[in-house]
């Protein structure tokens, strides 16, 4: 299960393949360290992890506080460990991190009745394919989707307990992409492999599958979410005709900009776990170019030229929001001073495929039938907020649902366990609702 939806440091920029492999990262340390380094490393950690707890914030509105307190914890502990070690040189850190995913965090429990199961390659790009095994008069409807986690973390068996749900509950064919991550792939790699699985899937769907091709739709959370907006885009401009086009988006707690991180929700939920408001900046630069040296002045808004900002505004003001939406209050930001060094280090951030929130009309026209879950407690809320609303305005087909005590990256606690959250039943189900529908 993908907890570590954020690293509460910054990572360098080399490649993981460089790195030694974890699993003998414990082997290395007990050969290095005599026993009174045990405890001063504890201690360390200790301190690092509760001075990262002290800057979080958990609203009384957020369900199960405590334990989100807890998954906080365990989550900055875990890369707090991972960043120590990689400053020893012993492994890169993210490496640490998905290693200890894999191997403490991920129980693929057994397969359920009426379900089976494949791990395949589409275009060179690993899959799973989730079928339901119930009969079925005529062809299935699918459902490509695209996992989270920054675009670094998170993995096809980060989000099994999902899809599996979503195929039995829905009667639908589920294919989960295993795209390419940062910082060992960069920007447009994960889209590119998005496209490539899904326009292979749409390719083969009724012959292989028993799947309508034109009953597909596209979906994921978060920064997958992302990736499926931006593919849809992406395959509207195209127009090529000789594929069918998705039939729906479908949109968990999108990321869809970086032109503006002071919205009232990056605002009012800027230290709410698991996702704080530096590290979406942080994320969005890993899928850039990795450049950390300018995340500081990407929250403020100086990577945004002075002719864009009218445009930009007329999508992203305040005022666009549902008044609920400002009722915790928010600071209007002061205009801040565009750095053209800062904009040319990251304006392939600022295009659509990597900002959808700010596409052409003509193009967001095109695009699909939409379903968008947002959650209060996530600095991702007003993205999903502000793209309904542009569609809405622009007459589009658009289902939301909104979680009033949910926060960002819950759907990562569907099914697992003591780190259960009931609230992520809530959205999953919500998910397959809409899936029936297609």
Not at 47 to 59: H, K, W
Not at 189 to 198: G, K, P, S, Y
Not at 389 to 411: A, C, E, N, P, S
Request: aromatic share 10%; hydrophobic share 40%.
């Amino acid at each position: 299960m993908n907890i570590l939806l954020q690293c509460p440091f910054a990572l360098s920029g080399c490649l993981l393949a460089s790195s030694p492999p974890p699993s003998r990262v414990f082997s290395v340390v007990l050969n290095l360290w005599s026993p009174c380094c045990v405890p001063a490393f504890l201690l360390l950690v200790i301190g690092l992890v509760y001075s990262e707890l002290m800057n979080s914030d958990i609203p009384r509105g957020v369900t199960n506080r405590r334990k989100l307190h807890l998954v906080h914890g365990l989550s900055v502990g875990i890369a707090v460990v991972g960043r120590i070690l990689h400053r020893m040189g012993i492994c890169h850190q993210v490496s640490f991190i998905r290693w200890f995913i894999a191997c403490f965090l991920t129980g693929l429990n057994p397969l359920p009745a009426g379900l089976r199961v494949k791990d395949l390659k589409f275009s060179e790009v690993p899959v799973r394919v989730y079928e339901p095994t119930t009969v079925c008069n005529g062809l299935r409807r699918g459902l490509v989707y695209f996992h989270g986690g920054g675009w670094v973390l998170g993995s096809i068996d980060s989000v099994d307990e999902v899809c599996r749900h979503v195929a039995k509950e829905s009667d639908t064919t589920v294919v989960s992409v295993g795209y390419r991550l940062a910082p060992e792939h960069r920007y447009p790699a994960q889209l590119d492999d998005c496209e490539a699985a899904t326009c292979h899937f749409l390719s083969v769907a009724e012959a292989e599958f028993r799947v309508d091709s034109r009953r597909v739709a596209v979906g994921g959370d978060s920064t997958g979410a992302n990736l499926a907006a931006a593919l849809c885009q992406r395959l509207a401009r195209r127009e090529d005709g000789h594929l069918p086009f998705p039939c729906a988006q479908v949109l968990i707690y999108p990321a869809l900009q970086m032109a503006d991180f002071n919205l009232p929700s990056y605002q009012q939920n800027h230290a709410v776990p698991i996702l704080f408001r530096g590290r979406m900046a942080f994320y969005f630069l890993q899928y850039l170019n990795g450049d950390m040296s300018v995340c500081q002045d990407v929250l403020e808004g100086n990577h945004v030229p002075t002719e864009l900002r009218p445009r930009y505004k007329k999508w992203l003001s305040p005022s666009n929001l549902p008044p609920e939406c400002l009722a915790r209050g928010f600071c209007e930001h002061p205009v801040p001073e565009y750095d053209g060094e800062v904009y040319h280090a990251i304006k392939a951030g600022l295009e659509p495929e990597v900002s959808p929130l700010l596409e052409d009309d003509a193009v967001i026209e095109k695009t699909p039938p939409t379903f968008i879950l947002t959650c209060e407690y996530d600095v991702l809320r007003d993205d999903g907020i502000l793209y309904r609303k542009r569609l809405l305005d622009l007459k589009k087909d658009v289902t939301w649902r909104h979680v009033t005590d949910g926060f960002h990256g819950m759907i990562n606690y569907f099914n697992q366990g003591w780190l259960t959250f009931p609230c992520a039943l809530q959205l999953v189900d919500s998910v397959a609702e809409y899936v029936k529908t297609l």
